[in-house]
């Protein structure tokens, strides 16, 4: 059985943003506002399917893949590239490769106890991301 990471879940900590989405070549004004934000994924799981919005004040973002079924991902409203992204099982973690004019670019994601954990990573740069279970 994978883990079970339904759920709507809070924003708490945000780290290094700002260098992921320089890296991203995200332009001043919309990294001042992006920063700001305090998103809140609401996963969907069905096994090994996964339906994960990014929902913001500013903008969302709509990702559905499958674990280890390699999809085209545009991504639409954020830096606004096509990658070839794969989505693994490391044990209970998700481990997504996003091929692609960026080197080094893809997200991990683990669960420990109420909090859900993100890095996302683009070229040297990681931002550390870290949810709270919703009530
Ligand atoms: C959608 C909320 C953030 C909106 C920020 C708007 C502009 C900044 C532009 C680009 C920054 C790059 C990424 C934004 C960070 C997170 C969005 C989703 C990242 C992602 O790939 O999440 C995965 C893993 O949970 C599922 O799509």
């Known amino acids: 059985m ?3 990471y339904n759920g709507t879940w809070n924003m708490v900590s945000n780290d290094n943003f700002e260098g992921y989405m320089q890296a991203l070549g995200i332009d001043f004004a919309t990294r001042k506002i992006a920063k700001m934000l305090k998103p809140q994924k609401v996963i969907e ?6 339906h994960v919005q990014t929902l913001s004040s500013f903008r969302n973002y709509n990702a559905e893949f499958t674990v280890g079924v390699e999809f085209n991902e545009e991504t639409k409203g954020l830096d606004n590239r096509k990658c070839k992204t794969l989505v693994t099982w490391d044990n209970d973690r998700l481990v997504c490769v996003q091929k692609g004019e960026k080197n080094n ?14 890095e996302l990573s683009c070229e040297d740069q990681v931002c550390k991301q870290v949810y709270k279970k919703a009530d």
Do not use: S
């Open 105 to 118: 670019r893809g997200w991990i994601h683990w669960i420990e106890g109420d909090q859900l954990f993100l």
């Open 2 to 4: 994978p883990a079970d």
């Open 45 to 50: 799981q069905k096994g090994d399917f996964f």
